[in-house]
């Protein structure tokens, strides 16, 4: 076994991808996910598990900052992106455009991700790093989702939880 590097990694993964295309359109939805760190993260996972488009809203810093293009690989010119002030309007439009919208947020009605299947159209609304997503934002949701912790810790890291709920449904979407 040996490690791919270059150009033969290159070659690897085109003739993976075209034997294997994505399904579904997924939209992230950010609600004021502050640290650039996170941002930056989200745009590489984002390019990487092919999201259609990136929402940015309230709080959430836009990809122009140095920390996020540094973390996000320049990952932020491959991803489309927009911003938006209110989540919950760009909710309600996304909802008109037919998507399902689902918050990675522990609710007293949130199903494990990995029990859950999603809709080809669907969009992951994810929350600020200490307070979570909003019950204005909740209220609109049409389902909850959480990724199952059996350490000692009541949560992962945001882009770490996008990442894990995103390669589910990748993986969905591609045996549809």
Not at 18 to 40: K, T, W
Not at 114 to 121: H, K, S
């Amino acid at each position: 076994m040996n490690q791919l590097r270059g150009t033969p990694l290159k070659r690897f993964l085109r003739h993976w991808r075209r034997a294997n295309p994505p399904g579904g359109e997924v939209v992230l939805l950010l609600q004021s996910v502050a640290y650039p760190v996170n941002v930056g993260s989200l745009f590489r996972i984002a390019d990487a598990l092919h999201v259609h488009e990136m929402v940015l809203t309230g709080i959430t810093p836009p990809p122009t900052s140095r920390s996020i293009q540094k973390v996000s690989r320049d990952r932020q010119n491959d991803v489309p992106w927009r911003y938006e002030e209110r989540p919950e309007d760009a909710i309600r439009a996304l909802k008109q455009d037919g998507y399902h919208i689902s918050a990675i947020e522990i609710t007293d009605v949130s199903l494990p991700y990995c029990d859950v299947f999603f809709p080809p159209r669907t969009c992951l609304v994810l929350g600020n790093e200490d307070h979570g997503v909003t019950r204005s934002v909740l209220e609109l949701c049409d389902s909850a989702v959480f990724v199952p912790m059996y350490g000692h810790g009541l949560s992962l890291n945001v882009h770490v939880s996008a990442a894990i709920v995103l390669s589910h449904i990748a993986q969905q979407n591609r045996f549809e």
